[in-house]
């Protein structure tokens, strides 16, 4: 591969070959994602960003053949007819594999435009707004994106998880070592699928070469650089755009700025925050980064002791990312009626001596649990362990009423009253007469 500047007999070494399974087949359906948290970034200036667009390869490749095309016919299709294209490789010195890919995005974004079959120049990003000029290199981004769908790198196994790879590279600034790159991929693949042993040594030979031509297309693409240390990072125009794709799914990406609101609130405020919505879990960092583990738990737990279950929904996925260090507070909460469960809970997740709780302490949490979805919003209540409709729910259902959760009638009504599944509403609606006569 030309201008290549990573190893690849090293990229070889590095990667373990029993790591490896086959593609998704074409007729698996895919899993629906849940939304992610990523760590706060740092953007570059709008300014600085749009300025550098024009010198992204891809995109001055676009502008080159743009100029070249200037008015010309093109085929039903919307593409060069073959001459013209093998003209405008041969002329403007473009990589022939990647010509289609570049006019794509040239006619996307507006660069060429086609009516009548004919395409003709629209207006260069240089001589747009800010604005207009970002929301050009989105487009452009999205276009790469949108070709792994249809063979991007011209790697199955890569294209199947380059989003996924980029949400990786931009979850961490410093950057990736490539090997850690390729073990990621064939982890997920080995998670999907259950391959044999001679595809998994064909792909494990394989993919090293295909990541390495991918990366060089995304190098191209303006997504990723090399780090000083050789590992891959995203460029400023990557996490800008990355950013954005991710915001489009549904995920939490916050700015660091957007993010250092929260650092100093109150214990209070912070969960009040999430509660409404006004803060996702991203702003947990930050915030306690400010604090130590036993005093942010402290005055998380008196927020919870006495608090609703939508902001012990709220505390509980702020605990979440406290370590042992925050055991003492915990373990006081075990004398809580309402933090009790919990408290266990947490304690023992972290491997550290707890009471064990009985199948009532469990229905009691499911019960907060969906009780704090009447309260919580977004992110937070995305976070909460609810059960599966079906059976279990209905075995859950029939066993709430006995266990004196004070949010039991409104949670019975709230499924009555919301739930698809028939068999779900009669077993609810017959709970919750049991749960008014316990209440009497």
Known sequence: MANNVFDLA?????I??????????PEETPVEQEALTFPPVTLADDAELARSIPTVPLVADAIRLTAWTGTRLVTAEGLLPEADARAAVAELGLDATRLRLIWIVAVNTGLLQILGGQASRGPLPQLL?????????????MDV????EEGLTGSVVVDGHLAEMLATIYSVRSG?????????ILQS???ACDPGQVEMRRLAAALPAELLEALSLL???GLVEQTASGRTALTPLGVWAIRRDLLREGHDAPTAAEVEVFADLSAIELVEALVQGSATQSAVAGWLERRSPEEAARGLIAIAADGTAGQRGAVGAILEELGPEAQEPLREALDLPLMRRYAASWLHIRDLEAPTLSSEDHTWIAVDSLAALMHLSGHAAGRLDTPEPGDEL???IVEMPAIGHPDTIAVLEMLAGAHDDQAVVKAARKAAMKARSLAH
Do not use: M, S
């Open 176 to 184: 990736v070592a490539i090997a850690n790159l390729a073990r990621g």
């Open 394 to 396: 209905i075995k859950l």
């Open 129 to 141: 707004t800010l604005e207009a000029t970002l929301e050009f290199w989105d487009g452009v981004v």
């Open 10 to 14: 090293e990229l070889r070494k590095l």
């Open 16 to 25: 373990d070959e029993q790591a490896v399974v086959p593609p998704r087949p």
């Open 219 to 221: 190098t191209y693409c």
């Open 145 to 148: 994106l949108d070709r792994a």
């Open 189 to 191: 693949h080995e998670v």
